[in-house]
């Protein structure tokens, strides 16, 4: 089979880190999808202690601590992310401890209770690289810790249509580009690749990461999302499943 080029897919949220924040800050997908799943997913959060793995700018820890007094630390790649988050921070303290790492290089003194990577895996430069993320999390878990991670679905197949205020189109065997549109106008906002990759990629990254076995689920918008956008809006993403959850569990 032929090889599949590297690619920098984590570098464009950096270059792109004013977009790309002041996109996500209102996005549907984001706030009333992926965060409540995760959410839900996690169950009692109050006071635990949290790992963000690509937290970005930091929007999902800051409705955390907000609302639920979670403990986070975070850490991702883009160091203009990190800074705005940073900056956020300083702005309304949190508590949130943020740093520039990766995978490989984050050292952590303590253990965390759960670990989350909100769309983070689909962005590593090739399927082996997946495994880095599950080791990060597996390290750093205690015993009984879950590792939730929001993924691009391994079996979406629907490209080339608008789907809530996304467009997804295959670009080959594995990537995929996709734009951000703007809710009222639809116009691209922000322009992505991704990777596709395969849930035998996932279930292998999280194997040699020295997790047992993972879970998969399905994802919905919660009850505000329907109420503020129209089940009309989510009807799409609901039937075609962009996105799936992957819960892993440390023995
Ligand atoms: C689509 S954004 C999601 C950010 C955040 N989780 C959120 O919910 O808004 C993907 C993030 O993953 C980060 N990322 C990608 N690869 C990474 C890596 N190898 N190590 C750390 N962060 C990474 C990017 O820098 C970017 O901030």
């Not at 997804?168 to 809710?183: I, M, S, T, Y």
């Not at 997790?211 to 505000?224: M, Y």
């Amino acid at each position: 089979m032929e090889k599949i080029p590297e690619r920098n897919l984590a570098g464009q949220f950096d270059a792109g880190h004013q977009e790309y924040s002041s996109f996500i800050e209102s996005d549907p997908i984001r706030n009333f999808l992926h965060y409540p799943s995760v959410i839900r997913e996690l169950g009692d959060i109050q006071n635990k202690r949290l790992l963000d793995i690509g937290c970005g700018d930091g929007l999902f820890d800051r409705k955390l601590a907000a609302e639920y007094g979670t403990k986070i630390v975070g850490y991702d790649i883009s160091s203009n992310l990190i800074a705005r988050a940073q900056q956020q921070e300083k702005e309304l303290p949190l508590g949130i401890e943020y740093t520039v790492s990766d995978p490989i290089q984050f050292q952590s003194t303590e253990q965390f209770d759960d670990a989350v990577a909100v769309m983070v895996l689909p962005y590593s430069p090739n399927a082996q690289y997946v495994r880095n993320f599950f080791s990060s999390a597996h390290k750093n878990l205690k015993a009984g810790g879950r590792f939730v991670c929001v993924v691009f679905n391994p079996e979406f197949n629907g490209f080339n249509e608008v789907i809530a205020n996304r467009f997804f189109r295959k670009a080959d065997e594995q990537k995929v580009d996709f734009d951000f549109l703007d809710l009222n106008s639809k116009e691209v906002r922000f322009n992505a690749q991704l990777a596709q990759f395969s849930k035998t990629d996932y279930e292998r990254g999280a194997r040699e990461g020295g997790f047992e076995q993972i879970e998969w689920k399905a994802l919905i918008p919660d009850d505000e999302g329907i109420k503020k956008f129209g089940a009309d809006f989510w009807s799409k993403v609901v039937e075609t499943q962009p996105y799936s959850l992957i819960i892993a569990e440390r023995a």
